[in-house]
């Protein structure tokens, strides 16, 4: 059975009535030739991923041909591709073969079709140390750009999770480091700083998920050296366009989307409507593309990272990286579509 997309964390903790599942809404939404060419991307991904699995003798992972759109980092303008990958929920699991399995097929396909970045927390269970164990097994650790985050209180207690995290993603430096929630960040962001000055992080960043601590993430990235900010956005929720968006442009701050399909409610709302004909002017083929191509239109977001443990849904989600990004025009098509809905 195919994994739900990550719920939001309030969905975690509260009872709900249950979403369509994605691949339910694929199989109402996807039409005629709209399925067929959503399964050709399936099966471009996987032909990729063989390739790239067979063309090294050691197992190393190889990039395909294929370029993904990549965005520039604001503060050292090293490229990072647009579309990466989430883990919160779904690289929660334990050691049964045939699960990690499926979730190393999902990492040879996001590196095949691609993507770099891999984000994770201390909060998401055991997903760090799935992460670091499936990287070693595939020998790919210089094909990701890791991202995790410290989520705890005081100064001595977020380093030895640091620590903790390096142990268990198997590395000995993490490209970005990010204050998990704002959670008592005065404490670690002086941590931050010394790892970066010693290389064992590269990056620094804060995240929050709600719209309500927009004006904090603002006030922080506005009085201090931050490398990158995560944050909620979307179609439905677009409050980061009002002030965090442009002022990360113009303090030079990397965006990091999360939660860019609502906690899979975006396609619940939409099950009930056809994917209009003039999506497919700018390359899209699905409701996911659609949702994040309108994301990475945003010439502030450096990369979106919808979390999956379903290989055809990888795929699915790759395919917004390539091609045309709509324009200014069809951005507010789009949104006065999604409000029509």
Not at 67 to 82: D, N
Not at 138 to 160: C, D, M, N, P, Y
Not at 213 to 224: G, K, S, V
């Amino acid at each position: 059975m195919a994994r739900r997309e990550a719920l939001s964390r309030k969905e975690r903790s509260a009872p709900s009535p249950r979403a369509l599942s994605r691949g339910d809404f694929l199989a109402l939404a996807a039409r005629g030739l709209g399925a067929a060419m959503l399964a050709g991307v399936a099966a471009a991904v996987s032909t990729e991923t063989a390739r790239a699995s067979a063309g090294s003798k050691d197992g190393t992972m190889k990039r395909s041909n294929t370029l993904m759109i990549t965005r520039a980092i604001p503060k050292t303008g090293e490229p990072l591709a647009v579309i990466g990958l989430g883990t919160w929920q779904t690289f929660d699991i334990g050691n049964d073969p045939a699960t990690r399995g499926r979730l190393a097929e999902v990492l040879r396909a996001l590196f095949a079709g691609g993507g770099k970045v891999i984000d994770s927390s201390p909060m998401y269970g055991r997903a760090e140390g799935v992460v670091g164990d499936l990287l070693a097994q595939l020998h790919a650790r210089s094909s990701a750009f890791l991202a995790t985050k410290v989520w705890t209180t005081g100064q001595q207690a977020g380093i030895e999770q640091m620590q903790r995290s390096f142990e268990l993603l198997r590395t000995r430096t993490i490209d970005l480091m990010q204050i998990h929630n704002l959670l008592d960040w005065r404490a670690h962001l002086s941590a931050l700083r010394r790892m970066k000055d010693a290389g064992q992080i590269r990056y620094i960043g804060i995240t929050h998920y709600t719209a309500s601590a927009l004006p904090e993430l603002a006030e922080i990235i506005e009085r201090e050296q931050i490398d990158f900010v995560q944050c909620a956005y979307s179609i439905e929720e677009r409050d980061a366009e009002k002030r965090l968006l442009p002022l990360a442009a113009e303090r030079r701050v990397g965006v990091i989307v999360n939660r860019p399909f609502g906690g899979g409610g975006l396609f619940s709302r939409a099950r009930a409507v056809a994917l209009p004909p003039w999506a497919a002017e700018f390359g899209c083929s699905s409701w996911a593309q659609f949702l994040l191509k309108f994301i990475l239109s945003n010439p502030a977001v450096t990369c979106v990272i919808p979390a999956t443990a379903n290989p055809e849904h990888l795929a699915d989600n790759l395919s917004a990286g390539y091609g045309r990004l709509p324009d200014a025009a069809e951005r507010q098509r789009m949104v006065r579509l999604w409000d029509s809905i």
